[in-house]
């Protein structure tokens, strides 16, 4: 979500330019994953590539959430390999991107021990997102499927609009126009 006040500052000097960095410290993208609540989770099957947007928490190295059981989850089983994507924005030079990638497990509540602990984690967490999660009282019941993603890589971006040193595109030479006449 963009701040309008923000957008409505003054433009940078001539020599400004953004600065673009990346986030090296694996505590920086924990914190922006930590802090934030929608991302989307990148797929493909065979030729096609999908982006969904779902709500989520990061836990310990997991991400978890909830969606509707079936359609792209059917498609994401085949191959659970998955990225997933948060932003935060500011300004249009002013923003923050981390990507995760790692395979999805669908939660179940399991018979054994194990599952229903981790089914009871995953509920608990994304009650804090929304209490009514799960309940007779939820808003969105058919989002009824819990899943979580292990975060296996993680890397993250950033942007400042100033502090960079402007660049300027290599010269070429001009290409001459061709007059095509009938």
């Not at 190295?61 to 191959?79: D, Q, S, V």
């Not at 399991?110 to 009871?120: L, P, Q, V």
């Not at 942007?159 to 960079?164: D, K, M, Q, T």
Request: proline share 7%; with cysteine; aromatic share 8%.
């Amino acid at each position: 979500m963009m701040n309008n006040a923000a957008v409505l500052r003054s433009p940078p000097a001539a020599d400004e330019a953004p600065l673009f960095t990346v986030l090296e410290r694996f505590e920086e993208c924990e914190a922006i994953l930590a802090r934030n609540s929608v991302g989307r989770i990148g797929f493909a099957l065979q030729d096609r590539v999908s982006i969904v947007p779902v709500h989520y928490v990061y836990e310990s190295g997991w991400i978890y959430g909830r969606t509707a059981a079936g359609g792209k989850l059917r498609e994401i089983m085949r191959n659970r390999r998955v990225v997933f994507e948060i932003d935060e924005q500011t300004q249009l030079f002013e923003w923050r991107s981390v990507v995760v990638r790692g395979p999805l497990y669908l939660i179940e509540p399991g018979t054994t021990a194990a599952d229903a602990t981790i089914h009871a984690k995953a509920v608990s967490l994304i009650r804090r997102l929304l209490p009514s999660a799960l309940t007779d009282s939820d808003p969105v019941p058919f989002r009824d499927q819990l899943f979580r993603i292990r975060v296996v890589e993680i890397s993250g971006r950033a942007s400042e609009p100033v502090g960079g040193k402007k660049l300027r595109p290599i010269s070429q030479k001009p290409v001459a126009a061709q007059v095509v006449t009938d």
